[in-house]
């Protein structure tokens, strides 16, 4: 029986947001949201876990080359979120709002398509040092 092994990336990206519904009345949003209403947005220092579970490959060693991951990670999420108003500059939450929640779903759909689908792939974001989410959970 093959064993699988998890292997991790840690990374870190600076964001702005809103966290805001459309929908509802501005006491509302400021009565669920607080300060993260604000509607001059406010920022985080993310940090971002992947990881990546499978069997290790017999001729490299590897479950994943980290290089690769690495590079997948800096060219589709840091280079589209780092130092950006997630609510005006990323296209995904233009409509979505920009939760931890949301933010860990669009990474982990943004990386699943590109990591071998016989991999299994998650996401933990830490939005701040006490505050984190993990997608998916089993």
Request: aromatic share 10%; glycine share 4%; with cysteine.
């Amino acid at each position: 029986m093959a064993q699988k092994v998890a292997v991790f990336r840690k990374e870190h990206f600076n964001a702005a947001h809103r966290l805001h519904n459309p929908e509802w009345s501005a006491e509302k949003n400021e009565s669920v949201f607080g300060k993260c209403n604000n509607p001059n947005f406010h920022g985080h220092n993310y940090e971002l876990i992947v990881q990546v579970t499978g069997e290790v490959d017999p001729e490299t060693g590897y479950v994943l080359d980290m290089k690769v991951l690495s590079s997948v990670l800096k060219e589709f999420v840091l280079d589209r979120f780092d130092h950006k108003n997630l609510n005006l500059d990323v296209e995904e939450f233009k409509s979505l709002n920009p939760s931890a929640e949301n933010i860990a779903i669009v990474i982990y759909t943004i990386l699943r398509s590109k990591i071998d689908s016989g991999l299994d792939l998650k996401v933990r974001l830490y939005e701040t040092e006490r505050n984190f989410v993990e997608y998916p959970v089993d």
